[in-house]
């Protein structure tokens, strides 16, 4: 008894807990309807399982002969059973009612989406109904009658189980006696449930329209004319077998139901399989292409409309391969924007410039976002200094741990297009207190993606601050503390909550420290996105959540989906696969396979006090404004957004990889070359990958000017390759997919451009070197081999960056940065060198600028924002390589001059390479200054 009470206090004490925390972050209504709901379903589960199966058990005891002859097995059981009858009448029941009432209480999405549903005002091709049946009606339909059809199911056996044992149904010699009784209550059960089965085949009938075959998703045209007909009879004969078991009943005549079922079997055989094959290999597979025509372009149209693609703009691209003198006039803006800091290469020279504290950290991909500087809209890659408690070694007490290190601080960012003149990140934010471009905020980070799994903050022992604020001070002081004036957690003021939280975590502390008061609140589930599903438990949430300076708060913004596998003629995808890459992990969704998709809200989470608030940012999304009537007043209308929030609002990232996964295959309209498979695509592999991975190449997140778009803009961008399954890939490109991910300027309106899709087809004559191909030309470069070997000497190593394509100058341009690294243990890459190419020529300079210049013939027109650092040298641009300059003249005294400052250059390398590997930036630089004027000097000699 104690051990039970204490058991349901613990439980008591998570429920409790959990009511507190919604309670606090003012979503409570989002956790009592999810409890009213499931405790509904539970009782009708309950009830609709235990009430059947006991009157079942009850009708056949109660009705058992009362001088059945019985043999002397069954007289044994009987006399086994009987004092435990009473108990077994009723516990049966109540266990079956009890794990049904949980199977029902797990479904209260399906029902609460059925109560609620919303018509989409489309509807399929097929049978005409609006769209909202598939998404909402069948699901329900569907679970109510595999329910109700286990209920009856089981209802049958304990009967007949029951007649048997107490002699109802006799078996004697070669014939079965079953009483009238019996009869009646078997045959009344087997006609409910063809009933019920009767149903349950005519919906097979809608299901087709989200079933898969081997060419498309949905009714094709043996699912037309011989799958669905087939159904609709079979659920017509299921339902005139139900009629004779009710025949039976009254006439006592088992010979009508028995052969009514062995020609429902037999039928089934026959219109469920073998028609439809037969349909399908003499009809359909002799003419598919024309016979499948037109329900090819149902899963064309519907599967683009699912995923909201239906709007794809096609772009012809007659993209040149020859670089051009001032090319890229047209084109500045792009080239001035483009990023060559790669967000998951220097997260560790943000660890080692701004980490400060072996307590703080940053993530291992940072993250992209823009901000207006000066004017102008500026690319930055961006991240917050969070807690590292690790870190503390031996100080991680828990004191430590909970009271004093509680929050990180500041946000960290980078300009996405310069570098310094030592390779190293140009910061616009950053140090310890903030100081830099983005203005005052509040730069405490309380609720991170690497946040401790829960602190007490809010108390002041003494009246003074306790909580780290950063590790520096005035007057002398090392550190300056600071206590948490926010609303953010739970109040810990009173001891019935500081019992609740120390029994949730486990830690005695939280009843008995001191420097827990009835000013103290606990904050746990920090994780932006952990807090964001908690509170809308039907989104399927990005798997990136990224932070921006907005009102002076940092806010950490994520992408709500909601998504369903039940529109019809939608083709799924598994949505783990389709958004895993070099940058993201595969993960687990509660729905994986899925074949509808929208970004239907956009949610934020400060930063400081972990408030959440959701913004409808779909607002004709059927399932959100489903969602909205089951939980209201949970989700703010847009217009609620801020100006700066919707500045740096973006279109997010998963959600572009699925719709790139579909255009893979669906970028073809015509269903005759959808159906010859002629023009497939597929997203190359990420060419810095390890050779060994076959993992995807990520998007990227760009300002520029795509092709067909009015004016540059913030974009997401992604390539395309022939997919050549089964046979050798050729890396070239087919097309180019872009985004424009600008939601709206600070004046709070979005814009009419965001998430406009341009689609670049490239033209089939012409080939653009794909990813691939181009990061093995700048491999197999014999004089950028030489350059990285030279960078690689020593205890180095070389980094290739992200390889950008842009489409400017009329063609493809590849920019990917080069970091070089020595191995110590405090090291960090640094951006020496930019690789660039534009159809066959390749450029490998020390700056952007320098290398486009070379690439174009030195008037491009291009105007990158990379810091100008010294030149080690001049490449010039070749078909297939690079050349350098001769060191012969002919003149013997010349000859003799450029030997002289050969042996100066080596000299200058070596003393390059040495000053690198020891980490002597200052002694780097002035040997590669002293290398530059060096070669200056040899090509003046030359002539050049």
Do not use: C
């Not at 004319?225 to 659920?235: E, F, V």
């Not at 901000?371 to 503390?392: A, F, N």
Request: cysteine-free.
């Amino acid at each position: 008894m104690i051990a039970g009470l204490v058991i349901l206090f613990f439980v008591f004490a998570g429920l409790y807990a959990d009511v507190l925390w919604f309670n606090q972050l003012g979503f409570l209504s989002v956790l009592t309807t999810q409890w009213a709901a499931g405790a509904a379903l539970f009782f009708v589960g309950f009830l609709a399982m235990a009430i059947p199966v006991f009157v079942s058990i009850q009708i056949a005891y109660r009705m058992r002969p009362v001088y059945a002859m019985l043999n002397s097995q069954l007289d044994r059981y009987q006399q086994v059973i009987e004092p435990l009858r009473r108990l077994a009448m009723y516990g049966i029941p109540a266990l079956l009612g009890l794990f049904a009432g949980v199977a029902a209480a797990t479904r209260w999405q399906v029902v609460l989406m059925w109560l609620n549903r919303t018509d989409t005002g489309t509807t399929d091709p097929q049978f005409h109904l609006d769209v909202s049946f598939y998404l909402f009606d069948l699901p329900f339909f569907q679970a109510f009658l595999g329910f109700a059809s286990a209920v009856v199911l089981i209802s049958a056996i304990v009967a007949i189980a029951t007649t048997y044992l107490y002699g109802s149904i006799r078996v004697s010699g070669r014939e079965i006696l079953v009483s009238k009784a019996a009869r009646v209550q078997i045959a009344v059960t087997a006609s409910l449930y063809l009933v019920l089965q009767a149903l349950s085949i005519w919906l097979d009938q809608y299901s087709t329209l989200t079933s898969t075959n081997d060419l498309i998703t949905g009714a094709g045209y043996t699912d037309t004319h011989a799958t669905i007909p087939g159904r609709a009879i079979l659920a017509g004969i299921a339902a005139v077998v139900a009629i004779l078991f009710l025949v039976t009943a009254i006439i006592g005549r088992w010979r009508l139901p028995v052969i009514g079922t062995a020609l429902l079997i037999v039928t089934s055989l026959l219109l469920g399989s073998l028609y439809p094959w037969v349909v399908q290999r003499f009809q359909v597979d002799p003419s598919a292409k024309s016979l499948e025509a037109e329900y090819i372009q149902r899963n064309i149209d519907l599967t683009r409309n699912a995923y909201d693609l239906s709007g794809v703009t096609e772009v012809p691209y007659n993209a040149t391969t020859t670089a051009e003198p001032g090319a890229l006039r047209a084109d500045a803006t792009t080239t001035a924007n483009i990023r060559i800091l790669d967000p998951a290469l220097v997260s560790d020279a943000f660890s080692q410039l701004e980490q400060f504290k072996q307590y703080y950290q940053f993530p291992k991909n940072l993250d992209v976002d823009r901000y207006t500087i000066d004017g102008k809209s500026q690319d930055t890659v961006v991240s917050v200094r969070d807690l590292k408690l690790s870190g503390l070694n031996a100080g991680n007490t828990w004191v430590n741990s909970t009271i004093v290190y509680t929050h990180g601080y500041g946000v960290v960012a980078a300009y996405g297009n310069q570098r310094s003149a030592d390779g190293q990140p140009v910061f616009l934010e950053s140090g310890i207190p903030t100081t830099g471009s983005l203005g005052t905020y509040e730069p405490r980070i309380y609720f991170g993606e690497n946040s401790p799994t829960y602190s007490i903050v809010g108390a002041a022992a003494d009246s003074k601050p306790v909580e780290l604020d950063y590790p520096s001070g005035t007057d002398g002081a090392q550190q300056t503390y600071t206590t948490f004036t926010g609303n953010g957690g739970p109040k810990l003021d009173n001891a019935f909550n500081k019992l609740i939280y120390a029994l949730k975590f486990q830690s005695e502390q939280i009843f008995l420290a001191n420097d827990v008061n009835d000013q103290s609140q606990i904050l746990y589930d920090r994780d932006p996105v952990t807090r964001v599903q908690k509170v809308a438990p039907y989104l399927t949430l990005d798997s990136s959540a990224y932070p921006s300076v907005v009102d002076g708060r940092v806010k950490w913004i994520v992408d709500g989906y909601t998504t369903s596998a039940d529109y019809p003629y939608s083709t799924p995808v598994g949505l783990s696969d389709a958004i895993t890459d070099t940058e993201t992990p595969a993960q687990p969704f509660a729905l994986d396979k899925i074949n509808y998709m929208r970004n239907s809200v956009k949610a934020t989470v400060d930063a400081y006090d972990g408030s959440v608030t959701l913004y409808a940012w779909d607002t004709t999304d059927p399932i959100l404004k489903t969602w909205q009537k089951i939980f209201p007043s949970t989700v703010k209308p847009m217009s609620d957004m801020s100006g700066q929030l919707m500045s740096h609002v973006r279109y997010p990232a998963d959600l572009f990889k699925v719709q790139r996964h579909i255009l893979s295959q669906y970028h073809v309209t015509d269903p005759g070359s959808f159906y010859s498979h002629d023009d497939a695509w597929t997203t190359p592999n990420d060419p810095v990958s390890p050779s060994t991975n076959t993992t995807l190449q990520p998007p990227y997140y760009l300002t520029m000017q795509v092709p067909g778009s009015e004016k540059p803009a913030f974009t997401l961008y992604s390539t395309f390759i022939p997919d050549a399954t089964g046979t050798t890939s050729r890396n070239v490109l087919t097309g180019y997919l872009a985004v424009d991910s600008d939601a709206g300027a600070t004046d709070g309106v979005r814009s009419a451009e965001y998430g406009k899709l341009r689609l670049l087809t490239l033209p089939k004559a012409n080939t653009v070197p794909g990813p691939g191909q181009v990061q093995a030309k700048f491999n197999a470069d014999p004089t950028v081999s030489t350059q990285l070997n030279l960078l690689k000497q020593g205890q180095s190593k070389v980094l290739n960056g992200n390889l950008l394509t842009l489409p400017v100058g009329g063609g493809l341009l590849y920019v990917q940065p080069v970091y070089v690294q020595s191995t110590g243990e405090t090291s960090y890459p640094l951006l020496q060198k930019v690789l660039v190419a534009f159809g066959d020529q390749i450029a490998f300079e020390d700056t952007l600028n320098k290398a486009l210049d070379v690439l174009f013939g030195g008037s491009s027109g291009a105007q990158a924002g990379d810091t100008s650092v010294p030149t080690t040298g001049t490449t010039t641009p070749t078909t297939g390589g690079t050349t350098t300059p001769s060191t012969t003249t002919g003149n013997p005294a010349t000859d003799a001059q450029l030997q002289a400052l050969l042996a100066v250059a080596k000299q200058a390398i070596a003393d390059k390479q040495a000053a690198l590997t020891a980490g002597d930036f200052a002694a780097y630089g002035v040997a590669d200054k002293k290398l530059s004027d060096t070669v200056a000097s040899m090509l003046a000699l030359l002539g050049q």
